[in-house]
Antibody, heavy 123, light 107 residues
Framework: QLQLQESGPGLVKPSETLSLTCTVS??????????WGWIRQPPGKGLEWIGS???????YYNPSLKSRVTISVDTSKNQFSLKLSSVTAADTAVYYC???????????????WGQGTMVTVSS | DIQMTQSPSSLSASVGDRVTITCQAS??????LNWYQQKPGKGPKLLIY???NLEIGVPSRFSGSGSGTDFTFSINNLQPEDIATYYC?????????FGQGTKLEIK
């Protein structure tokens, strides 16, 4: 059974770069029918899509974060990563990685999620 | 960006009740809509995709309907384990956006 696990620092200083990794186990990140994505949820608030990528390296970002976000893949480690630069307190959130399945030619259902990791931006 | 407006924001119902949540998109999204359940401290779980298709393993008391801009999510015969927050999400185009959530409580 495929599982996703986020990892990375739980505390990041303002203006620095947030870096998280999602490790995929129980399946290959190199599958042709899946994309992989990051979503975040500020405390007590709703969900925000950050961006997604295909194992080939193609990436898609939320325009609201695009200037600060980089998502990359390491197929040799079956991992994908998120970097968010110039963070502020507004970036404090639980960060989730998730799988998106291509269904009917469309990509958009997050069918498997990690448990999430809390990242706090504070000095 | 397409705005997704859910209502109500919170809901209290009794075990055995039928519960309905609505989600309205700011523009036509066809049937490109999903529904998720999120329990405290957990990642969301996909329940319904393409507006009305039940994800494998999800109990049949959950259902969805709608197309265009107006969508409905229902739970028949509400169970105690259904306490959660429910979100809609469109995927008509990028960026994907979510509704603000509906917190369901048991009376």
């Amino acid at each position: 059974q495929l599982q996703l696990q986020e990892s990375g620092p739980g505390l990041v200083k303002p203006s620095e770069t947030l870096s998280l990794t999602c490790t995929v186990s129980g399946g290959s990140i190199r599958s042709s029918i899946y994309y992989w994505g990051w979503i975040r949820q500020p405390p007590g608030k709703g969900l925000e899509w950050i961006g997604s990528l295909y194992y080939s390296g193609s990436t898609y970002y939320n325009p609201s974060l695009k200037s600060r976000v980089t998502i990359s893949v390491d197929t040799s480690k079956n991992q994908f990563s998120l970097k968010l630069s110039s963070v502020t307190a507004a970036d404090t959130a639980v960060y989730y990685c998730a799988r998106l399945e291509i269904r009917g030619g469309r990509v958009g259902a997050f069918d498997i999620w990690g448990q999430g990791t809390m990242v706090t931006v504070s000095s | 960006d397409i705005q997704m407006t859910q209502s109500p924001s919170s809901l209290s119902a009794s075990v055995g009740d039928r519960v309905t949540i609505t989600c309205q998109a700011s523009q036509d999204i066809s049937n490109f809509l999903n529904w998720y359940q999120q329990k405290p401290g957990k990642g969301p779980k996909l329940l319904i995709y393409d507006a009305s298709n039940l994800e494998i393993g999800v109990p049949s008391r959950f259902s969805g309907s709608g197309s265009g801009t107006d969508f409905t999510f229902s739970i028949n015969n509400l169970q105690p384990e259904d306490i959660a927050t429910y979100y809609c999400q469109h995927y008509d185009n990028l960026p994907y956006t979510f509704g603000q959530g509906t917190k369901l409580e048991i009376k």
